[in-house]
């Protein structure tokens, strides 16, 4: 007998509709990311007057903006969809909606890219000043991810209402918590834009108060991260103990997690400002103090998943303090993929520790080791995490199998990914510790001295870097080629959405936990108290402001 889909196919089509677009934006994104990785490294140089930096916008916008993006929608739908039954038409026109106004802006911005009207960076920093139409782009991407957000609350709203007394399912929980995260922190970038460049772009004013700028960016350019990282950490709490065999240690630990990222992570923007003059130690200092309080929900992750792995290989009777290790299914890329993410996310937290602590800071900041920090943290916990939810969320969308041969060509794409990502962030984080700086083309600085020895290290040289960005690549399009075999190609089957359990000597999940409202209030008031004062300063003492630059 032919068993049920796990998603319904309506909401199956939605889904795919957002993951069609991520790994389009995977195969443009990488193909940039090599040719830029190549012209940093001095190896070729870029034809028809294509700038470095033009390729380096397309390279970050893609993937860190596109490709997230979408990514995380066609997950979180199919996953709400999976377990608390399908949307209504309502909510998946909504659904719709959301996808087509991002895919609009999305279109937009990145038509002012290739025109090179906007070759301002992933990060769009004043003075730097792209078309109106990249702002107008934005705009939209912003208001789609709304769109799309408000359909997820709606369905969660309506289960509630419907299941009245009920604990939700851990999954639409973690979505919920993501998608309240992601609402609270777009309100700055959706007021930067709207307030300051977009006037600015059209000619309405002629300077700009760039502290502001930045500090609205940064209220949200830091829980952008974790928009990020939670829908990987979802993956990690739900579906990788089904994937292992096991159970989920602690339901409430999981939850409290989440709780803990609503509230922390957003009045912390100021640890990507602590060299930035204009604002007082004090507020940094608060920030960074909270920067600290945001580490523990990572902590109480590590901890959790140990635990769900332990649990998991002492019920197969592993003995022995790490005899559990050896239980974990290792030749299953689907866990495979994200076992790597989480190994890489040790140094990468590591990093992070490192980068909000003033002083290293100061040490670091503007150079490469920031790059090299977030290509282990979004460039691999986080994509590694996403490839392994795509190796087995395509199929079940698409009723096909993820068969032996894609599992090892997986495998083998994972290693690549690892391999490539050690070398080229590995030599970013030497090469930024010398003091190379990021944001920069290929230059010999004159062939200066001391410029010519933060090069000339045996792992620590441009070519390393370049090196393992062309293993990159080749990982990337093989994850391609397995895409579309599963969109496409794969036999057709019924494949399982893992969807885990929790241990059963857990304990009750407090009520409290899902009292949204109480934390929604906590947080905006953590947000009140930690910028508040800093931009009502920026305001009223605000500098006479810069007139736009486009040095390209
Ligand atoms: Fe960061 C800059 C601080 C996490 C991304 N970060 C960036 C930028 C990006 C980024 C994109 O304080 C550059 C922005 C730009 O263009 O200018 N970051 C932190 C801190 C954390 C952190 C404190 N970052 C992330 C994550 C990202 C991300 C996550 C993407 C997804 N970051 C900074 C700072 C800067 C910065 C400054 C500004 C630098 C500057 O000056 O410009 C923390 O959240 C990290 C906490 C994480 C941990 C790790 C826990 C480990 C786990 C794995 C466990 C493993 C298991 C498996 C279970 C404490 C959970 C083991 C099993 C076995 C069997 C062994």
Sequence with gaps: MRQAAEVDIHDSKLSMAYIYIAFAALFLGTMAGVVQGLVRGGLIELPYSISYYQLLTAHGVLLALVLTTYFIYGFLHAGMSRTLGTMTPFERRLGWIGFWVLTIGTLLSFAMILTNDASVLYTFYAPLQASPLYYVGLTLFVVGTWIGGASLLAHYIRWKKQNRGQITPLFSFMTVGTILLWFVASIGVAATVLLQFLPWSLGLVDNINILLSRTLFWYFGHPLVYFWLLPAY??????????????????????????????????????????????SEFWKYLQVVLTFAVIVPSLLTAFSIFATFELAGRAKGARGAFGWVRKLPFKDARFFAPFMGMLFFIPAGTGGIINASNQMNAVVHNTLWVVG????????????????????????????????????????????????MFFMSGAMHLLGLLGAPRRTAYTTYQDHATAAAWFDGVFANQVTMALGGVILFVASMLMIYIVINLAFFAPKAHTEFPIGEVAEDAGETPRILENWKLWIGIAIALILFAYTIPLMDMIQNAPPGSPPFRPW
Excluded at 234 to 252: E, M, N, Q, R, T
Excluded at 375 to 384: A, C, D, E, Q, R
Aim: hydrophobic share 55%.
């Design 234 to 279: 979802i993956a990690w709490y739900v579906c990788i103990p089904k994937i292992i065999g096991g159970k989920l240690f602690s339901d409430s630990l999981a939850r409290l997690a989440f709780v803990l990222f609503l509230l922390f992570s957003i009045p912390v923007g100021f640890h990507h400002q602590l060299m930035e003059a204009g604002i």
């Design 373 to 420: 920090h977030f290509h282990i943290t979004v460039g691999s916990t986080v994509i590694l995490t996403f490839f392994g939810i795509a190796y087995w969320l395509i199929p079940v969308l698409r009723g096909r199998a993820f068969t032996a041969r894609m599992n090892k060509l997986a495998m083998t794409q994972t290693i690549l990914w690892t391999v490539g």
